[in-house]
């Protein structure tokens, strides 16, 4: 102890010192917008980078059970996509259908990206995924996993992006009750990660439990049809006046790794021609 009190008194003034700097420091980021948007900027981009390593050592260890999940969706998928092509085929095929309609066979397509953070035990959850604006990703795309829907981009930076997922009471998406029609909003109460509420569908609604429920397309987000989920339980709204369908998510948040970030035809034609902006700036430095 005695040594310690004299280690302290002989280099006091280094420690007052070090003190102070920590001081400056706090006062220059906290009071001044450029140095503090700065730190932001630079905080961020180290989080990122670690957060990024600790997802990379957790999927490893996870890597069995994705895979088996995996196998199982691909022989699924397989399945489906045989039947889809034949009916696809048919649609084009037919002078009924609708130019709109052969149109959204090619407005899609998809950008790979993995889950490097996530939280899932607060009322406002958010994750954050290895793409970022480089990629062609900007806010208000949708996500997507291998099961079904995901959430919607909240905010990019260069490299990584923030999504707003369904465990998220901000969070709502306007969905249908497939192969009914009825439409609602599905929106998560802050309660269970598998399960959220599809909420005002109309009185006269006709459905079943375990009826799915996917996406309206009613919006530049998420083309109809992609997987929300499926029907468990029933209950009237607060005003009497709608129902509130409980609805158990297709997609398992705590296991949720690699996911798609849609790209709708329009955004393609703006990427393409930032692009070109780009390059012509950087031609004439």
Known sequence: MKNLLLFLQKYN???????????????????????????????NAVCGYINNLQSQVTSYFSLKEI???????????????????????????SSTISPEMKSVLDTCRTVPASVISMTQDRKNNFLTINKGSSDGIRPEMGVVGGSGLVG???????????????????????????????????????????????????????????????????????????????????????????????VKLSTDFELLRDVQVLQTSNDMELNTLQDRVKKLQEERQ
């Open 67 to 93: 895979n088996s999940k995996l196998t199982e969706q691909n022989i699924q998928l397989n399945l489906e996509v045989s039947q889809l092509r034949s009916q696809l085929d048919a649609l084009r095929d």
């Open 13 to 43: 003034y280094w420690f007052l010192f070090l003190l102070l700097e920590v001081c400056s420091f706090i006062l220059l980021f906290q009071y001044n917008r450029y140095q503090g948007s700065v730190y932001f900027t630079s905080a």
């Open 152 to 246: 919607v981009v909240f905010e990019t930076t260069t490299h990584y992006s923030l999504v707003l997922p369904l465990l998220n009471t901000r969070s709502s998406i306007s969905c249908r009750i497939r192969n009914r029609g009825y439409l609602g909003n599905l929106k998560w109460d802050g309660d269970e990660t598998r399960y959220a509420m599809l909420e005002d569908v109309p009185r006269h609604a006709y459905f079943r439990k375990g009826d799915y429920v996917e996406t309206s397309g009613y919006s530049k987000t998420f083309p109809a049809g992609i997987l929300a989920g499926r029907i468990v339980a029933v209950y009237d709204s607060e005003d009497g006046m709608s129902y509130q369908l409980k």
